[in-house]
């Protein structure tokens, strides 16, 4: 989905996705291996291209690992876009600010109520 999409986020993990005969395609040509020698918050990608270049990716450390911690940025666009379809923006981002200020709040209860 990353090499198609650009992303691998729960928008790109759906069954309709998964049917794509473009992502069935490109799924089939996929080798995946574990390196035991690379630390479990990194990642690397080796693609070799029909035209017989080889790409090669390496992430030392993922984003959200203690050396590269999220942004409050970073996590806003991630529950943003885990609750679409769900909630609606006005919500979604009320909840967030309620998020932001729990210890402002007289009725932490608010937080469930939004959510819902």
């Known amino acids: 989905?990353?090499?198609e999409e650009g992303a691998a986020g729960e928008k790109q993990f759906s069954d309709v996705a998964a049917?794509?005969?473009?992502i069935m395609d490109l799924r089939d040509r996929i080798v995946a291996t574990v390196d035991p020698n690379v630390p479990p918050d990194a990642a690397g990608i080796d693609i070799t291209l029909r035209d017989g270049r080889h790409l090669r990716l390496y992430v030392p450390h993922?984003?959200?690992?203690?050396?590269?911690?999220?942004t409050d940025a970073d996590l806003e666009k991630k529950f943003a876009g885990l609750v679409e379809?769900?909630?609606?923006?006005?919500?979604t981002r009320r909840l967030i600010d309620l998020c932001w200020n729990l210890e402002a709040l007289t009725d932490v209860a608010e937080v469930a109520r939004v959510a819902c």
């Not at 049917?19 to 473009?22: C, F, V």
């Not at 993922?62 to 999220?70: D, F, L, N, T, V």
């Not at 379809?85 to 919500?91: D, F, V």
């Open 19 to 22: 049917r794509d005969p473009t």
């Open 1 to 3: 989905m990353a090499i």
């Open 62 to 70: 993922a984003i959200g690992s203690i050396e590269r911690p999220m």
């Open 85 to 91: 379809g769900i909630l609606p923006p006005g919500r």
